[in-house]
């Protein structure tokens, strides 16, 4: 009922030209499979990738945006900016954004709104850091970060939206969260979401999973039942680990 999809995060990585190779050997197996597939890329490459790819299966994905349409915000991208070349998603809170960019559950509020208004997915990330974790404060942490995330958002935007369960302490450590521990959280989320806003809807939301996701761990990871998805970040900067990724 949920399709599961996997995204990849270059984060800070390839330039436009190494990411035209990357997609390039992407488009057999996003074409292959049931799995909805995209790439989320730095800015600058955005235009190029989405010609590469607008008659592939693979999506398109921005790591961040402006809530304002325009205006006098130096070195900002806005969501109009991001529509006009056709992208499909925007990730949305990165923690990478909250610990170095000084994102609060406040802009990354905002950024929804806006990116909804745009008809811009949003993929929105949540997670607890090692020391809330080992403090056993985790869900309440996250369940703070969904539903301010949430704010104002209307029931009938909530599957438009896709959540991403990133433990901090498990972003690009080779740690990863157990699939039962990640699957607790995601089953957690769901029902956060299902208290806000109805079964109807909380069943239909997809949750990924984020953080060390690896050809060898990925398919526990997608066998757990409220996880829909992975957000992958260093193995989605190689085409043939984040084909094994997709081919789950
Ligand atoms: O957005 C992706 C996540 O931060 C995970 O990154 P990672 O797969 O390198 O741990």
């Known amino acids: ?16 030209s190494e990411g035209l190779v990357l997609v390039k ?12 597939v995209a790439v989320c890329v730095p ?12 008659d592939s299966k693979i999506k398109l994905g921005a790591q961040n945006m402006h809530w304002e349409e325009s205006g006098a915000f130096t070195g900002e991208i806005s969501p109009v900016m991001l529509k006009d070349i056709g992208v499909d998603y925007v990730i949305i809170g990165h923690s990478e954004r909250r610990q170095y960019f000084n994102e609060t559950d406040e802009t990354v509020n905002k950024k929804i709104k806006s990116a909804l208004k745009h008809e811009i997915n949003p993929i929105v990330c949540v997670g607890e850091t090692l020391e809330e974790r080992e403090k056993g404060i985790e869900k309440d ?22 959540i991403a369960y990133e433990p901090i302490w498990a972003i690009g450590t080779g740690k990863t969260a157990s699939s039962e521990d990640a699957n607790e959280m995601c089953a957690f989320i769901r029902k956060t979401i299902e208290e806000k806003y109805g079964i ?38 190689k085409a043939d680990a984040f084909t094994e990724i997709v081919n789950f």
Do not use: C
């Not at 800015?43 to 607008?54: P, Q, T, V, W, Y």
């Open 200 to 237: 109807d809807v909380s069943e239909r939301v997809r949750i990924q999973y984020g953080g060390s996701v690896k050809p060898h761990n990925v398919t526990d990871i997608m066998n757990q039942a409220d996880i829909d998805g992975a957000l992958v970040g260093g193995a989605s900067l």
């Open 141 to 162: 942490i996250v369940k703070n970060q969904v539903l301010k995330a949430f704010d104002g958002v209307e029931k009938d935007d909530v599957t438009k939206i896709v």
């Open 43 to 54: 800015f600058i490459a955005l235009k190029d990738i989405k010609e590469e790819i607008k």
């Open 25 to 36: 050997e992407l488009k057999e197996v996003a074409e292959k499979t049931d799995v909805e």
């Open 1 to 16: 009922m949920r399709r599961p999809f996997i995204a990849g995060n270059w984060k800070m990585n390839k330039t436009i």
